[in-house]
């Protein structure tokens, strides 16, 4: 009787443990991937998303490559592989990573993009109204140039956001003829802020005239600072400069005095909160709200800081 209840005790043990370990075990496991951490913004989002994943109990990891998108793709095969609930891509274009999707949908693994974009097999995607906010800066921008002038593009077209804005931007240059594009530039990702640096110090150097160049457009707020910062050093201070995102370090930029006179800022927080909603729902079996959400994005200037 007494090696039955020892037995019993041990067997019960055992399985309480197992129990314990299969709660552990049972977490919802999300993948947060993107080759841009390094960006301040793409930053505060994946950062946003890992922390309110984590509140509900999700078991949360990061995967960044450093600009390597073709790395992202082998890795997004990885987590696929390992069978996670969802997966989160931040700031990509999903069609650079299209067959990964298609294989994650095939596995039955819902992807949700953070300020990407909307294709086949991605759920859900949160970003800002591209098209709105560079409508919204280039009009303040325009207006600034007195609708005439030399003006100067740094973009990255392979970003899905940046993309809409710059192509707005190519609209609009079409209704505004006073307004010469001189050049566009394509700014290296990551390492942004130094890229658009080199690159308009290059470009003063090449139009040293008063006049040559009136303004610059940013895509980012990124190529903004680093525009800026050239243009200071070369105390070309009649040349302005605008960006889209509100990163602190453009607002404080802005509130200084310096060329970068106006950004757009988008709600990145915002856009986090959304995603893990649409994810919340979806691992409850329920549908997503829409399967493009946008969060509001307001105009930043030194009037509009100063109010």
């Known amino acids: 009787m007494k090696k039955f209840l020892v037995l019993l ?26 080759p841009y951490l390094s ?28 600009g390597d998108v073709g790395q992202l793709a082998s890795r997004m095969e990885d987590e696929i592989t390992k069978h996670v609930n969802a997966i989160v891509i931040v700031s990509i274009d999903p069609n650079q990573i299209k067959a990964q999707i298609q294989s994650a949908k095939q596995a039955k693994i819902p992807v949700f993009g953070c300020d990407s974009g909307s294709i086949d097999g991605v759920v859900a995607n949160a970003t ?6 560079s409508e919204m800066i280039s009009q303040y921008l325009f207006e600034k140039m007195g609708k005439k002038g030399k003006l100067v593009v740094l973009t990255h077209r392979p970003h899905p956001g940046v993309l809409k804005r710059t192509l707005k931007l190519d609209e609009m240059l079409k209704q505004n003829t006073g307004i010469t594009k001189v050049t566009e530039q394509h700014i290296q990702v990551p390492g942004p802020i130094e890229s658009a640096r ?5 470009l003063l150097l090449a139009n040293k005239e008063p006049g040559s160049i009136t303004a610059v457009w ?4 990124e190529p903004a600072i680093g525009a800026a910062q050239a243009i200071q050093a070369a105390n070309r201070n009649d040349i302005i400069v605008t960006g889209i995102d509100g ?12 060329p970068l006179v106006a950004t757009v800022k988008q709600n990145f ?17 329920k549908q997503v709200e829409g399967k ?10 030194k009037e509009s800081l100063s109010k």
Do not use: F, R
């Open 9 to 34: 005790i041990t067997v019960t043990s055992i399985l309480s443990l197992a129990a314990c370990g299969g709660g552990k075990s049972s977490a919802k496991k999300v993948a947060i991937m993107t």
């Open 39 to 66: 960006s301040v913004t793409t930053n505060e989002m994946v950062k946003k998303v890992k922390a309110e994943g984590e509140k509900k109990g999700w078991n949360m990891h990061v995967v960044d490559t450093k």
């Open 128 to 133: 800002s109204d591209n098209q709105k906010m």
């Open 198 to 202: 080199k690159q308009t110090e290059s």
């Open 218 to 221: 940013a895509g980012w707020d």
């Open 247 to 258: 990163n602190s370090q453009a607002i404080e930029m802005i509130k200084k005095g310096s």
């Open 269 to 285: 927080t915002g856009m986090a909160d959304i995603i893990v909603k649409q994810i919340d729902l979806v691992l409850q079996g």
């Open 292 to 301: 493009e959400l946008y969060a509001p994005a307001s105009l930043i200037t």
